[in-house]
T-cell receptor
Framework: EAQVTQNPRYLITVTGKKLTVTCSQNMNHEYMSWYRQDPGLGLRQIYYSMNVEVTDKGDVPEGYKVSRKEKRNFPLILESPSPNQTSLYFCASSFDPRGVNEKLFFGSGTQLSVL | SQQGEEDPQALSIQEGENATMNCSYK?????LQWYRQNSGRGLVHLIL?????REKHSGRLRVTLDTSKKSSSLLITASRAADTASYFC?????????????FGQGTRLTINP
């Protein structure tokens, strides 16, 4: 089944403790992206990747890191999480978002709470 | 800043009625997409309409696009309880040489039995 898999689904951590949220897609998609969703602010893009070893900042990259060493994986790293990073996070992928026929496939989300 | 703005922010109707949600955007687009999100879950793509299309159908969904008014609407006919969700429009923007998909704030739709 074609899907984007995020883990974990829920995560509670404390300020400053490094964490990684994993994202994997099995559709051979070129493009992958991370979003965070907050009440009243909608979905905001954190980082995206057009291909392996190519990553770019989105709208709210501060406090986050990503890597794209393999086509299928795009982990989101919080080196020193802070309470303002408490949010619902989504990973998404697409074959090529620059094409007019492309849509995004989303993971199920990771609810992160930073205490 | 968000490209698309949905209207209304929330909509509550009876099962069987039609639901209409609107999306306005600010700049020229190649296409506009609509997504659905069940509470706390990932977004699911519903339909994509290109800038040279005026209307598109998919099952009980009907999407229109008016590029002169920079607006789109999503109509769900004969609504069902399972249609309860948030609906987002999204458009691609060319920002600093890169195409980015930008989402609106969403319309929260509630279907009452």
């Amino acid at each position: 089944e074609a899907q984007v898999t995020q883990n974990p689904r829920y995560l509670i951590t404390v300020t400053g403790k490094k964490l990684t949220v994993t994202c994997s897609q099995n559709m051979n998609h070129e493009y992958m992206s991370w979003y965070r969703q907050d009440p009243g602010l909608g979905l905001r893009q954190i980082y995206y990747s057009m291909n392996v070893e190519v990553t770019d900042k989105g709208d709210v990259p501060e406090g986050y890191k990503v890597s794209r060493k393999e086509k299928r994986n795009f982990p989101l790293i919080l080196e020193s999480p802070s309470p303002n990073q408490t949010s619902l996070y989504f990973c998404a992928s697409s074959f090529d978002p620059r094409g007019v026929n492309e849509k995004l496939f989303f993971g199920s989300g990771t609810q992160l709470s930073v205490l | 800043s968000q490209q698309g703005e949905e209207d209304p922010q929330a909509l509550s109707i009876q099962e069987g009625e039609n639901a209409t949600m609107n999306c306005s955007y600010k700049t020229s687009i190649n296409n506009l997409q609509w997504y659905r999100q069940n509470s706390g879950r990932g977004l699911v793509h519903l339909i994509l309409i290109r800038s040279n299309e005026r209307e598109k159908h998919s099952g009980r969904l009907r999407v229109t696009l008016d590029t002169s008014k920079k607006s789109s609407s999503l109509l769900i006919t004969a609504s069902r309880a399972a249609d309860t969700a948030s609906y987002f429009c999204a458009t691609f923007l060319l920002i600093q040489g890169a195409q980015k998909l930008v989402f609106g704030q969403g319309t929260r739709l509630t279907i009452n039995p």
